[in-house]
């Protein structure tokens, strides 16, 4: 009997696995149609449907799951490191032209080199980041950076998830494909508006995906490839055109515009019936194409910044040959020269405020829009990373509106073959050890001297402790002498004495002591937003005050205690800033600056007028805290339960902790529930609820 049954299995498998591969082909046809050539043949939910029933078949048969199947573009929530890898083909840049001439001089002098005019192809020079894949008898096996060009990042698990890399290839080729990963413009206004306007341009939104470390977020940005050069292991075709031709029919997408000319004009019908879009010509028709796509440069859908031109021939190419870093076959015709091209000198980083540690560029001086330039920021190691910057690159610089100088690019690599710059590990202030949160990198002592320094200004500014008479030239006066290095100092020094400097007459250090003591009646909470503990703005003091802990006294027994639980139930502190708040609070550095600020009188607790003056409405749900789930009939969406709590002066939270009082279960609650019932919490019903409400407004 067992044996009847294996045999049935066996069968259905066979079946199953045949089904699968069918469906997969039929899936990458369409995607190819639909994505490559832009032509779909199927409607949208015909393709939704064929894509369900293969995602449902993987899921019954695990076993026959493989990673190029189409469903594998979703990305995975698993960290994708970027392992530094060898290139095995040479990834070289191009020499640039900047004028229509120095093009001709470039086909003047290859033609030179050939016995007949040769053939030159014309491509749009996408302006995205630059990517070789690497595929082994069709299968995608790898997918780099272009990195310093012998060695880049593999970037594997995210380049997956774009819809224009074919994961397993029409043929079984073992062939390397350099092309350009882009976002379409649109697509980048779109995002970059919900990044907050972070990005300079859909490039380096291109490129800080792509170095994204859960390759899901990467699926969720439309990238898209084209491919631009492919290096066959065997059987290399003659030509670059047949090169192109056979990419397309590989499944990839090819740079959207093409020209194909020779000086006498004689293009084969063989370029033409291989790559039909290509417009050819001679050497008139070479210059309308350049004149044509500079002109509508701005209408294009993708970014470009100019327009190469490669010699087709691949034979004529070995023989014309390369230099180190570039081939002598190939130019790059730019548009213009950016007007912000300089050399970065050196990096240094900054201690901000919060102990945030910021890397900033010292470059070559040069004028943009207006001013001189010589101190760029390079944000955080992530965007370092991002541009691949090292020590002595050449870099694009620009400077939109207001905006501090941004490194938009590197457009040269140094040629000491120096890597990407890495921060210290240590603070160049104090020494202490940097420790990485996120994207940034932070100095975690509280009383560290350049920190500290910038805490001074913060402190005494406006909007925090405002002591109107210590501006930042008498600060600075004061931390030049070592009168003030620390905030308490500020309350430690003799301003009378200052009358023996110049400058200090009688009134002024009388207004200025006067200043002093008089930011010592500031509320609780602006002396807690003025410390400048990471996290703990004004926003979130306020809703720690407002949530109970009046004193700093409470918070520091929070801290003690690591009650993540109470602060994660505020709404608008989420668990891992709950942590990185107490995790800031135990901290002697802070302790201490707190002791000395206390013995001069500093609030350190709120005073109840301040409480009431903004508290929430007094209701029958006043001093409780609930948490809502599962879903309901009378409230729908669910927020309108949570509003009617809040109406009635209750407070709601997402998640259940030994800090909520009541859950309100709709039907299918789940954990929440169960969460509930373990730590004994009052559950209450949407009946019960409704009748709490009724009885409410009958009062
Ligand atoms: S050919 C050895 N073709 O431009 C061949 N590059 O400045 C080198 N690019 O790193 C590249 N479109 O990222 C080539 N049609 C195209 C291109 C192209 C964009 C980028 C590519 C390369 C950079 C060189």
Not at 517 to 546: D, M, N, Q, W, Y
Not at 565 to 584: H, R, T
Request: include cysteine; charged fraction near 30%.
């Amino acid at each position: 009997m067992s044996d009847a049954r294996q045999s049935d299995e066996r069968v259905a498998s066979a079946d199953v696995a045949q089904e699968i591969e069918r469906l997969r082909a039929e899936i990458r046809r369409h995607e190819y149609a639909y994505f490559v050539e832009g032509q779909p043949l199927i409607s949208d939910q015909e393709f939704d449907a064929l894509f369900e029933r293969l995602k449902s078949l993987e899921a019954q048969y695990p076993e026959l799951v493989s990673s190029d199947s189409p469903t594998h573009r979703v990305g995975s929530d698993l960290s994708a490191e970027f392992p530094e890898v060898e290139h095995t083909v040479p990834v070289l840049s191009l020499d640039k032209a900047y004028s229509f001439q120095e093009l001709v001089a470039f086909i003047t002098r290859t033609s030179r080199e050939a016995d007949k005019p040769p053939l030159y192809v014309a491509e749009e020079k996408l302006d995205g980041v630059s990517i070789v894949l690497y595929y082994r008898e069709g299968r995608l096996e790898r997918a780099v950076t272009r990195g310093n060009g012998y060695v880049g990042n593999d970037v594997t698990a995210n380049v997956r998830t774009i819809r224009t890399v074919p994961l397993r290839l029409e043929r079984p080729h073992t062939v390397a494909v350099r092309g350009e990963i882009v976002l379409p413009k649109d697509r980048f206004n779109e995002l970059n508006r919900r990044f907050g306007n972070a990005y300079a341009n859909p490039r380096n939104l291109a490129a800080g995906t792509l170095r994204r470390v859960k390759s899901r977020e990467v699926a969720q940005v439309p990238l898209e490839m084209f491919a631009y050069e492919g290096y066959f292991e065997q059987s290399p075709y003659p030509s670059h055109t047949r090169t192109l031709a056979e990419l397309r029919t590989c499944g990839f997408r090819l740079n959207p515009r093409l020209g194909v000319f020779s000086d006498d004009g004689g293009v084969s019908e063989e370029v033409e019936r291989m790559l039909p879009n290509a417009v050819t010509g001679g050497r008139a028709e070479m210059e309308r194409f350049v004149e044509e796509v500079t002109r509508e440069r701005d209408r294009l859908p993708h970014e470009i910044d100019g327009i190469v031109v490669k010699i087709d021939d691949l034979g004529l190419r070995e023989a014309l040959g390369y230099t180190g870093h570039h081939p002598r076959w190939a130019i790059a015709y730019k548009f213009e020269s950016p007007a912000g091209i300089t050399k970065v000198r050196s990096v240094d980083v900054q201690v901000g405020r919060t102990g945030r540690v910021t890397p900033v560029a010292r470059v070559e001086p040069v004028a943009i829009a207006g001013t001189t330039v010589s101190n760029v920021t390079l944000h955080n190691q992530d965007y370092v990373e991002m541009l691949e910057l090292s020590i002595g690159d050449t870099v694009s610089v620009s400077r939109r509106g207001d905006v501090i100088p941004a490194v938009e690019r590197v457009v040269e690599k140094n040629e000491a073959g120096l890597s990407v710059w890495q921060m210290p590990e240590h603070c160049p202030s104090c020494h202490t050890k940097l420790e990485r949160l996120g994207a940034h990198h932070f100095c975690t002592n509280y009383r560290c001297p350049d920190r500290m320094r910038q805490q001074l200004f913060f402190f005494v500014g406006r909007g925090q402790m405002d002591i109107e008479h210590l501006g930042p030239e008498t600060l600075q006066f004061l931390i030049d002498r070592g009168m003030v290095r620390e905030i308490p100092d500020i309350y430690e020094v003799d301003y009378r004495s200052l009358v023996q400097y110049e400058g200090f007459g009688e009134r002024k250090v009388g207004l200025l002591a006067e200043s002093v003591e008089e930011s010592k009646s500031r509320p609780f909470r602006t002396v807690l937003a003025s410390l400048g503990i990471p996290e703990l703005g004004p926003r979130i003091c306020e809703l720690l005050i407002e949530a109970g802990f009046r004193s700093i006294d409470d918070l520091f027994r929070a801290a003690d205690r690591d009650d993540v639980a109470s602060l994660a139930a505020i709404p608008g502190i989420g668990e891992k800033m709950a942590a990185d708040i107490l995790a800031e609070l135990r901290k002697d550095s802070l302790r201490q600056i707190v002791e000395r600020l206390r013995r001069h009188e500093l609030r350190f607790t709120e005073a109840e007028h301040d409480a009431s003056a903004s508290s929430a409405t007094e209701g029958p749900f006043t001093g409780q805290t609930w948490c809502v789930t599962g879903s309901f009939e009378h409230f729908k969406p669910r927020s309108k339960a949570m509003e009617a709590v809040r109406a009635g002066g209750g407070r709601t939270v997402n998640d259940v902790s030994s800090a909520v009082t009541h859950l309100l279960a709709g039907a299918n609650a789940g954990s929440k529930l169960r969460k509930a019932q373990r730590l004994g919490l009052k559950i209450v019903s949407e009946e019960e609820f409704v009748e709490l409400l009724k009885r409410v407004s009958t009062d």
